[in-house]
């Protein structure tokens, strides 16, 4: 689901989708507590996102800002999501009535 045109490229090849927004590899870019993904560096999900929340208990700022902007893209796809599933609701009923 595409959320900001201007965003980030995405694993899709289209550039702005929730997932690049909002998705793992997001956050630990933005706040640049993951390895690379690939090689020994590399830790499971959940070690990953320990360390995230550790850095937020700490109040590293980065990561909180980090944290902060997921948060408002998680908003904006909600909403994106729930309008997007409106409109199909509607333009059924019409058809259907």
């Given at each position: 689901?595409?959320?900001?045109?201007?965003?980030?490229?995405?694993?899709?090849?289209?550039?702005?989708?929730?997932?690049?927004?909002?998705?793992?590899?997001?956050?630990?870019?933005?706040?640049?507590?993951g390895?690379?993904?690939?090689?020994?560096?590399?830790?499971?999900?959940?070690?990953?996102?320990?360390?995230?929340?550790?850095?937020?208990?700490?109040?590293?700022?980065?990561?909180?800002?980090?944290?902060?902007?997921?948060g408002?893209?998680?908003?904006?796809?909600?909403?994106?999501?729930?309008?997007?599933?409106?409109?199909?609701?509607?333009?059924?009923?019409a058809?259907?009535?």
């Amino acid at each position: 689901m595409n959320v900001d045109p201007a965003g980030p490229l995405c694993g899709c090849g289209r550039s702005g989708c929730w997932e690049a927004l909002i998705g793992l590899g997001a956050l630990l870019r933005a706040t640049g507590t993951g390895g690379s993904g690939t090689g020994p560096e590399f830790a499971s999900p959940e070690a990953e996102v320990t360390a995230v929340a550790r850095h937020a208990e700490t109040g590293d700022p980065r990561t909180l800002v980090a944290l902060s902007d997921l948060g408002h893209w998680v908003g904006v796809g909600r909403r994106t999501s729930s309008t997007s599933s409106i409109r199909r609701r509607s333009s059924r009923a019409a058809t259907s009535g």
